[in-house]
């Protein structure tokens, strides 16, 4: 049966069974703050603003337009500000996702049917790039846990290995030779079980845009944000830690695990601080992203700078 093509599917179709936003950022207050905000996404380098202060500012969301106009997408562009364009004609319905490996009901799912499958919660979630800069995105979509509990992973299954679209006609960024696609991310199962752990099929209120992933990608707020791989096709469940794309291309930069960690830095620059979109000045990067509370008992008795 044909898929309605995205126009016609409305937010309205999305079912909201529950939002979880910031400690301290509520809807009201975001938009108040927005007026304030004269973004400049991305315009200082690390290290070139006054230090912040030790107290954080309150999180706000960041406009709309900013998080949708300064992305990173390595499949069409290095250039943040080229990706919108560059990704606004990707045909993302009707779109597949196959899950299968290590799991007792392997199953091909069309994301339209995912949207009424789970309901879609909203979560309000900063995300910090490895680059340094951050953003607070307001994300609809569930979590990654209840697909799982679907498809049953068997008793071998340690890890899960997510992997994007390959499309070099559609994809310029994949025409060239510096890179290995498919763009590849993976997990360990305990983390991909964790609630925080997402699967999202929409932000600010409407289905995800090309360049933010759509129609889905995985959103892990407690990781650095190459880990919230955009545009998923297939997931398996494996047996051993995958392969991923950045730490395959760089593995004394980007590690597999990845966690928001500000005393790691990576070998190029310091991770102590960071560029809010919208925001003046600099912000001190929180362990593991400000989830340290919901997300540290997953790594006791792990060194984090051998595992980084
Ligand atoms: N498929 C794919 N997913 C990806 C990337 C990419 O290049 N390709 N970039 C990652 C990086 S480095 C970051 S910081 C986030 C950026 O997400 P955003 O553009 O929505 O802010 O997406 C991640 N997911
Ligand atoms: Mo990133």
């Not at 991305?42 to 960041?62: H, I, N, Q, Y």
Request: with cysteine; glycine share 8%.
């Amino acid at each position: 049966m044909p898929s309605p093509p995205r126009s016609e599917i409305t937010p309205e179709a999305l079912v909201f069974s529950r939002r979880r936003f910031l400690a301290g950022l509520g809807a009201a207050a975001a938009g108040v703050a927005l007026a304030a905000c004269a973004p400049s996404p991305g315009a200082s380098a690390p290290g070139d603003e006054a230090l912040p202060t030790r107290t954080p500012p309150p999180d706000v969301l960041t406009p709309e337009d900013d998080a949708n106009a300064y992305n990173n997408y390595y499949e069409f562009s290095t250039n943040k500000s080229a990706v919108r364009g560059l990704a606004a004609d990707l045909e993302t319905a009707p779109w597949t996702v196959e899950v299968g490996g290590l799991v007792r009901n392997p199953s091909a799912y069309l994301v339209e049917d995912l949207l009424t499958r789970f309901a879609q919660e909203e979560r309000v979630e900063r995300m910090r790039c490895v680059e340094g800069y951050s953003m607070v995105i307001p994300w609809l979509g569930f979590p990654l846990a209840r697909l799982l509990e679907e498809v049953e992973p068997t008793e071998e299954a340690g890890y899960v290995r997510f992997e994007a679209l390959v499309d070099p006609e559609h994809m310029p960024g994949q025409r060239g030779r510096t890179f290995d696609w498919p763009y590849t991310e993976g997990l360990r199962l305990d983390e991909a079980r964790h609630d925080l752990a997402i699967l999202a099929t929409g932000a600010y209120d409407q289905l995800l845009t090309p360049q933010k992933g759509g129609p889905i990608r995985l959103v892990v707020p407690w990781k650095y944000g190459f880990k919230s791989i955009k545009a998923i096709v297939r997931i398996d469940l494996v047996a051993e830690q995958p392969t991923t794309f950045w730490n395959a291309y760089a593995p004394n930069e980007y590690g597999f695990y990845s966690n928001v960690n500000p005393e790691v830095d990576h070998p190029r620059w310091s991770q102590a601080t960071e560029q809010r979109l919208g925001e003046r000045g600099r912000r001190y990067t929180l362990p593991f992203n400000g989830y340290a509370e919901e997300v540290a008992h997953l790594y006791e008795g792990m060194d984090l700078r051998e595992f980084y």
